[in-house]
């Protein structure tokens, strides 16, 4: 990589939340500084901790507009030229946005204000594209806007990042897609030193699932699960982990209240501390119906804990069947219980699984590796 190249040049990020950008984009932010970029990262959420979390990285925030969910032409527009004018002043040599309406940002607010080199990353395909008979409507309504914008955006774009190749095929088949332009990443990465290997928690045997309390990540098969193996194993734990969501399918704080009042699952709603719970977890569990490729599987792979997950985009890249875990059907909670018991019954598996989930997550998954990527692709460097 040529280091001279990359010395002094702007670099402006645009996130769709403020919270995440420490911890999924902080080494990448280091590494840039570090390198003499200036770095400025425009989040919609920021408060004091996140303010002072980016700063503490080198790089300047930015608060601007942005309804994530809203279909809303008129407040879409809004975040378009605030972005825009954000950008006429600072002048970045290169703009990279991650999630969908920051990489149209990128693309298209980057473009009209000269930006120089414009990248996308597209961290799967999302509410619009996954099948489900929830929302049915309103799914078709977002996948046909998704479409029609990435139809304007894309080609805009110098480079898009996916990150599995089901994606790729998908919007490739849509015709919005140049492969020429294009990289399927893998996982965004973690550091594997932070999240370092810790032996198996076998007592009690415990199932977590980390995530949006949506149904499209699988909660409602993860519960009626629990229900199942709880008949034959009362003394298995389950933990959901993930506070309320205001999404349109949204899991209600009713049935998760039933649930733990029921016996069927622990929920201590969204939490901070990840690691503590996963390093109490004996198999890791996400029975969602798409992905991209997961951050808290690759968390959970990384402390040595097999995967139960479904045969899916960006689900199916983390498992080699039988040896770091299971894939099953989405929308089958029998065969995730299945899975489970298959797990209870034989202790030994969770042991070897989970060493192989390691190594996995080393070959995989390690943030120095896929960071050294999205350097190079973002600063044009060879």
Request: aromatic share 8%; glycine share 8%; proline share 5%.
């Amino acid at each position: 990589m040529c280091i001279t190249k990359m010395l002094m040049m702007r670099i402006v990020i645009i996130s769709p939340y403020a919270k995440t950008i420490a911890s999924f984009r902080g080494h990448l932010i280091r590494e840039l500084v570090a390198h003499g970029c200036d770095v400025f990262v425009l989040a919609p959420d920021y408060d004091d901790l996140t303010l002072e979390q980016v700063r503490s990285l080198g790089a300047v925030p930015i608060t601007y507009k942005l309804d994530r969910t809203t279909l809303n032409i008129f407040k879409n527009f809004a975040s378009f030229f605030e972005v825009r004018r954000l950008l006429l002043r600072l002048k970045p040599d290169v703009v990279f946005g991650y999630n969908h309406k920051p990489v149209m940002l990128a693309a298209m607010a980057g473009r009209s204000s000269g930006g120089k080199r414009l990248i996308g990353m597209i961290e799967g395909l999302g509410f619009a594209f996954t099948p489900s008979s929830e929302q049915l409507l309103k799914r078709k309504v977002a996948k046909f806007m998704l479409v029609g914008a990435y139809r304007i955006a894309l080609p805009r774009l110098d480079y898009v990042i996916l990150l599995n190749s089901d994606d790729m095929k998908d919007l490739s088949r849509l015709g919005l897609l140049n492969k020429d332009k294009a990289l399927v990443l893998g996982g965004i990465g973690l550091d594997l030193d932070e999240w370092a290997f810790l032996p198996a928690h076998l007592e009690p045997i415990t199932f977590t699932m980390v995530g949006r309390l949506i149904k499209e990540k699988g909660v409602l098969e993860f519960v009626k699960a629990s229900m199942l193996v709880k008949e034959k194993y009362p003394e298995t734990r389950f933990m959901l982990l993930g506070g309320e969501d205001r999404g349109p399918s949204a899991v209600s704080r009713y049935d998760l209240e039933r649930w733990v009042a029921e016996g069927w699952i622990e929920w201590p709603g969204r939490v901070d501390n990840i690691k503590d719970y996963l390093s109490r977890t004996s198999v890791f569990v996400l029975p969602s119906y798409r992905e991209g490729i997961p951050r808290s599987t690759q968390e959970a792979m990384a402390l040595g804990r097999p995967i139960i997950t479904t045969n899916v985009p960006g689900c199916r890249e983390t498992v080699e069947e039988g040896f770091n875990g299971f894939l099953v059907p989405p929308k089958d909670p029998n065969a995730l219980a299945e899975a489970m018991i298959r797990l209870i019954e034989n202790p030994s598996l969770i042991v070897e699984m989970g060493v192989n989930s390691r190594k996995l997550a080393e070959e995989r998954y390690d943030i120095k590796k896929t960071d050294a990527i999205l350097i190079k692709l973002l600063l044009g460097v060879d």
